[in-house]
T-cell receptor, first 112, second 116 residues
Framework: LAKTTQPISMDSYEGQEVNITCSHN???????ITWYQQFPSQGPRFIIQ???TKVTNEVASLFIPADRKSSTLSLPRVSLSDTAVYYC?????????????FGAGTRLAVHP | DAGVIQSPRHEVTEMGQEVTLRCKPI?????LFWYRQTMMRGLELLIY????????DSGMPEDRFSAKMPNASFSTLKIQPSEPRDSAVYFC??????????????FGEGSWLTVV
């Protein structure tokens, strides 16, 4: 399983764009990159997933360079409600099993 | 879809008592996971099932913990006897890996366990 490394914490202000980078040097060919968001007192929630290049949805964008050894979650114009822990996970669909390891995540604090 | 449903949401029990946590996965999902989250250890995978069969229970801390999945719509995590160090939030999650959703895992709201 590919190990991931991401910053422990980040601070931002309302209206700013936030970029959280995750390193996954040992990513395998079949691995997808998935980001989850967890608010206090709630379970983690899927944000976005990608395999290569760029993926965008209504919540965030995910940038993946050609070598796929890192990925960047981009949150446009954050608000106070984006204060949460963000997890980067790397895993594959092959082999008939599905097992993803959550690291420590990045604790994002958005200030007024 | 109602999502993953867990019960109880909160439980306070005395040391030595048996605790049973329950989970109903999302209909049609063939993978079910039990996670535990604490401040010290973060989010840990305890066990996961595929088509009701336990696949990997290497994360189960000790014999006091057991999990079952008698059918596709129900699973339990049991702690007997419970100890104060078992106090944590226990999450159940389910998944249906395919090319559309990838390996997205859908989490329940968690069961907050306090053992005194």
């Amino acid at each position: 399983l590919a190990k991931t490394t991401q910053p422990i914490s980040m601070d931002s202000y309302e209206g700013q764009e936030v970029n959280i980078t995750c390193s996954h040097n040992n990513i395998a060919t079949n691995d997808y990159i998935t980001w989850y968001q967890q608010f206090p007192s709630q379970g983690p929630r899927f944000i976005i997933q990608g395999y290569k290049t760029k993926v965008t949805n209504e919540v965030a964008s995910l940038f993946i360079p050609a070598d796929r050894k890192s990925s960047t979650l981009s949150l446009p114009r954050v608000s106070l409600s984006d204060t949460a822990v963000y997890y980067c996970l790397v895993g594959d669909l092959s082999g008939g099993y599905n097992k993803l390891i959550f690291g420590a995540g990045t604790r994002l604090a958005v200030h007024p | 879809d109602a999502g993953v449903i867990q019960s109880p949401r909160h439980e306070v029990t005395e040391m030595g008592q048996e605790v049973t946590l329950r989970c109903k996965p999302i209909s049609g999902h063939d993978y079910l996971f039990w996670y535990r989250q604490t401040m010290m250890r973060g989010l840990e995978l305890l066990i996961y099932f595929n088509n009701n069969v336990p696949i990997d229970d290497s994360g189960m801390p000790e014999d006091r913990f057991s999990a079952k999945m008698p059918n596709a719509s129900f699973s339990t995590l049991k702690i007997q006897p419970s100890e104060p160090r078992d106090s944590a939030v226990y999450f159940c999650a389910s998944s249906f890996p395919d090319r559309e959703t990838g390996n997205t895992i859908y989490f329940g709201e968690g069961s907050w366990l306090t053992v005194v």
